[in-house]
């Protein structure tokens, strides 16, 4: 009975041990062959190959610039008031005024120019709007100017509206940059050589500001008037009307003469202001 459960177990024991070696497998020529179950490699992502982005152009609605041309106006002129001091130059029929530097040559006339000391950069002033920019310029002696797109700005210390624009023009056998503004009625046009002054061209624009009305002729009619009244006025007030006359000639090259009238007036210690001086 024993010898009968000790084979039993043996049997037992040899069947289990082999089940856990390989797996056999019979082909179908009856080879058997041994295999190994193996958890299959994960097949890798391809990767993508990369698509070279495409340069955009951005269209802003505006003409592309002539070589050679900088965009300067805008950052130079918008909003900005810090303007150079120096001889103010305005134009028959316009109502605003710029200056340029005292050291400047100024040739006054119906267009006036003032050229810088080593004549590398140019300010022109003249009446109308961006189309007598050419002519502004050709009193200063450019010819075939090239303007780009003019662009709205606000300049100088009265923040007045104006229109300005980059250029290129030629000077001689050379070419010069240039920038045109207009505003109130006045039309300037600025050019520098490669080493020109171009900061006092812009820092003149930047000084644009407005005309007080009554100049010119006006001034002139008021201080007429004092000097016709000194004549017939009592000798108590003859010395008034002189000091106010004296003091209204040096206002006719003033812009701002018209607002400094009030001085004048002051000076005439009770005597009859003339209608001219009102």
Request: aromatic share 2%; charged share 20%.
């Amino acid at each position: 009975m024993n010898v009968r459960i000790g084979v039993c177990m043996f049997a037992s024991f040899l069947v289990l041990a082999g089940g856990c070696g390989s797996k056999d497998s019979e082909d179908d020529d009856g080879t058997k062959k041994t295999t190994k179950e193996t958890a299959a490699a994960p097949t890798p992502a391809p990767t993508p190959t990369p698509v070279p982005s495409a340069t955009l152009a951005i269209d802003d609605g505006k003409p592309p610039m002539p070589a050679g041309m900088e965009a300067r106006v805008k950052a130079e002129l918008d909003n900005r008031s810090d303007g150079i001091t120096g001889v103010s130059v305005t134009s028959t029929g316009a109502k605003a005024t710029v200056q340029v530097p005292k050291e400047w040559k100024l040739t006054k006339g119906a267009i006036s120019f003032a050229t810088s000391t080593d004549e590398k950069a140019r300010v022109s002033v003249g009446p109308g709007d961006a189309t007598k920019a050419d002519a502004a310029a050709a009193a200063a002696g450019l010819t075939n100017c090239q303007w780009a797109a003019p662009e709205a700005v606000t300049v100088g210390k009265d923040k007045l509206a104006a229109q300005a624009a980059d250029g290129l023009c030629s000077r001689g056998a050379g070419q010069a940059k240039a920038a045109m503004m207009t505003a109130e009625g006045l039309v300037v046009v600025g050019s520098w050589d490669a080493d020109g002054d171009a900061t006092s061209v812009f820092g003149s624009m930047r000084a644009a500001a407005k005309a007080a009305t009554g100049t010119g002729d006006g001034v002139s009619a008021c201080c007429s008037a004092l000097r016709q009244n000194a004549k017939s006025a009592p000798p108590q007030q003859q010395g008034a009307y002189l000091a106010a006359a004296g003091a209204c000639d040096a206002l006719r090259s003033n812009p701002q003469g018209a607002a400094a009238l009030g001085q004048v007036r002051a000076l005439l210690l009770g005597a009859g202001v003339p209608a001219a001086c009102r």
